[in-house]
């Protein structure tokens, strides 16, 4: 028997005011999409805005429904455009914010398990990496230089091989 470990770390900054200019401008392109959320059953509007490595600039934000479950998160929204819109380009950097209108905003969150998977697989399929900026309305940003190290021992399309 053999144990394996698995480590990863990230950067902590106090605020989007630590960020450079560039990483600091997408955080709050995330935050003022999220006024583009459907969210009246969470109230929880989440908001995220890619950079391309064309350059270009895509966003993406939850849309829920009636039917609770047929409601989609901003990241996998994200990526729909994205391969959409600017199909076979990658991804160089995400950034996720929310604005939770009957509660607080002042932390960063992470991607659900079923985005974590779809990232996953937009790595993949570009191959290349693509680094996250977590934040809220306010406080603390993460960053992720890739996010398929959210995701370890993940399934993917060799297992279907
Ligand atoms: N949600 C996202 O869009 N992204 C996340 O990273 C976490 C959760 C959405 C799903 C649902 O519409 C609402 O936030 C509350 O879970």
Do not use: W
């Not at 470990?5 to 003022?32: C, G, M, P, T, W």
């Not at 805005?49 to 609770?68: F, R």
């Amino acid at each position: 028997m053999n144990k394996d470990e698995y480590h990863f770390s990230y950067d902590v900054y106090n605020s989007v005011d630590e960020l450079n200019e560039i990483d600091a401008s997408l955080v709050q392109a995330a935050r003022k999409v999220t006024a583009s959320a459907y969210a009246p059953y969470s109230n929880f509007h989440v908001g995220a805005v890619a950079k391309l490595s064309n350059g270009e600039l895509v966003s993406g934000t939850n849309q829920e429904n009636a039917a609770y479950p047929v409601g989609i998160c901003a990241e996998r929204a994200l990526l729909a455009a994205a391969a959409s819109l600017h199909p076979g380009i990658a991804i160089d950097t995400i950034a996720i914010s929310y604005h939770n209108t009957k509660g607080k905003s002042d932390h960063p969150i992470s991607p659900c398990g079923m985005c974590r998977q779809s990232l996953v697989e937009y790595e993949e399929r570009v191959k290349q990496p693509i680094r996250l900026i977590l934040s809220g309305m306010d406080g603390k940003v993460i960053v992720v230089e890739k996010a398929n190290s959210l995701l370890p021992l993940s399934f993917g399309s060799i297992d279907l091989k």
